[in-house]
T-cell receptor, first 114, second 114 residues
Framework: GNSVTQMEGPVTLSEEAFLTINCTYT??????LFWYVQYPGEGLQLLLK?????DKGSNKGFEATYRKETTSFHLEKGSVQVSDSAVYFC?????????????FGRGTSLIVHP | EAGVTQFPSHSVIEKGQTVTLRCDPI?????LYWYRRVMGKEIKFLLH????????ESGMPNNRFLAERTGGTYSTLKVQPAELEDSGVYFC????????????FGSGTRLTVV
């Protein structure tokens, strides 16, 4: 079956530090890959996505590249801010033609200190 | 545009009691989804409505859980009787089309069964 594995948190960083949150997946075919973010007290929001190998999704300074060869979709940001403190979820959606129900990872909590 | 609204935001109940969670999707969104996150674990799919019909309820854990969406508008998720392992955050999401990238999530209901 499909699965998503994320690095365990919390990840604690100082402001302006470089961020990497690892995500690897197991799936048949070529799934679409997503990063969702949940800020305190809010719902999950789509942060970025990639639908095919070597695609790079980007938004708000965050980036993730779909690596088929390593089945990974690591989230990166060059300089984090306190406002980036949130829980980040990696997810995959099966290839088109199948179920659209996504598989989520466990979430990684990010804490950014001033 | 109003977002997906869930209430209550928090609920603490005793084992054996009944709790009903409500989700109001974005107006016009035919697709409504329920998910659950047990603390520290993955967000798990529970079920998917298309209008008032259950499209997929393969994620419902057992028959203590009952979801309804009368009239194809808001949805309720009832847990009766609640058990300790039902504790977690219950998320609702809606979309116009069944596409993961098109989901809008609510902020969730945190359920604690004591």
């Amino acid at each position: 079956g499909n699965s998503v594995t994320q690095m365990e948190g919390p990840v604690t960083l100082s402001e302006e530090a470089f961020l990497t949150i690892n995500c690897t997946y197991t799936a048949t075919g070529y799934p679409s890959l997503f990063w969702y973010v949940q800020y305190p007290g809010e719902g999950l929001q789509l942060l970025l996505k990639a639908t095919k190998a070597d695609d790079k999704g980007s938004n708000k300074g965050f980036e993730a590249t779909y690596r088929k060869e390593t089945t990974s979709f690591h989230l990166e940001k060059g300089s984090v801010q306190v406002s980036d403190s949130a829980v980040y979820f990696c997810a995959l959606s099966p290839p088109s033609g199948g179920s659209y129900i996504p598989t989520f990872g466990r979430g990684t909590s990010l804490i950014v200190h001033p | 545009e109003a977002g997906v609204t869930q209430f209550p935001s928090h609920s603490v109940i005793e084992k054996g009691q009944t709790v009903t969670l409500r989700c109001d999707p974005i107006s016009g969104h035919d697709n409504l989804y329920w998910y659950r996150r047990v603390m520290g674990k993955e967000i798990k799919f529970l079920l998917h409505f298309v209008k008032e019909s259950k499209q997929d309820e393969s994620g419902m854990p057992n028959n203590r859980f009952l979801a309804e969406r009368t009239g194809g508008t808001y949805s309720t998720l009832k847990v009766q009787p609640a058990e300790l392992e039902d504790s977690g955050v219950y998320f609702c999401a809606s979309s116009q089309v069944p596409l993961v990238g098109g989901y809008t999530f609510g902020s969730g209901t945190r359920l604690t069964v004591v």
